[in-house]
């Protein structure tokens, strides 16, 4: 019996290619390709949600796009996603707090995302996408950027008072609020962290997706 051809509806995606939806972060500020100038002493940190305070996340000082509806984050934990350099793999951050975590890596390493003690001892790319999840250790099969978040909150008592230490010694503006309570990182990525079509701009910019999916491993696709 001869097989029949199946019509395309008009408008309709061609076969293997993907239904398109609504663009979930339309109304959200758009990811920043290039990390801002930070407070003056603040650290550099992995990702959303880790950044020790007022205007040290990546849009910096200057805030969020002038294009943007959101404000400048004002408050330890509230900031859009990474200051560290961005970079693509195990052992590549440049220093303390900046590897993120997911493929490569020992147990201890994975669970502990963005807590690393020095330069070269990260475990994989920044920033963490939020479809990253751990491949070995204690947070085996769960989500990288909710650990992250967690170990931040852990350790924030002890960064806070480091922070205060340098304040009063002149090393950090003293007007720089160091609250004893972090702030919620923005609403629409609470509970995941930066999502892989916030990061890329719903597939537009994919180059902006450091951890190249981190081999299909993290859920995040490719980088081009």
Not at 11 to 35: K, N, Q, S
Not at 158 to 170: S, V, W
Request: proline share 12%; glycine share 12%.
């Amino acid at each position: 019996m001869p097989v029949r051809a199946v019509s395309k509806l008009p408008g309709a995606p061609a076969p293997g290619v993907p239904v398109p939806t609504p663009y979930p972060y339309a109304d959200e500020t758009p990811f920043p390709t290039t990390p801002g100038v930070v407070p003056r002493g603040m650290p550099a940190h992995a990702c959303m949600g880790l950044n020790s305070c007022k205007a040290s996340d990546r849009y910096g000082v200057s805030g969020a796009l002038p294009q943007a509806p959101a404000t400048p984050n004002a408050c330890a934990g509230q900031g859009y996603c990474s200051t560290a350099t961005d970079h693509t793999c195990h052992v590549q951050n440049s220093c303390r707090d900046q590897g993120g975590c997911g493929l490569y890596g020992t147990g201890e390493e994975m669970d502990r995302p963005g807590d690393n003690a020095c330069r070269s001892q990260g475990s994989c790319a920044t920033p963490i996408n939020a479809e990253r999840f751990s491949t070995n250790g204690p947070n085996q099969r769960q989500s990288v950027w909710l650990r992250a978040r967690a170990v931040f909150e852990e350790k924030w008592p002890a960064m806070r008072k480091e922070l205060l230490d340098k304040q009063a010694r002149g090393e950090l503006d003293v007007n720089q609020p160091l609250p004893e309570t972090l702030g919620p990182p923005p609403p629409a990525f609470a509970g995941t962290g930066p999502t892989y079509l916030w990061i890329s701009a719903d597939n537009v910019s994919r180059n902006n997706m450091t951890a190249c999916g981190s081999s299909g491993m993290s859920g995040a696709g490719g980088c081009s």
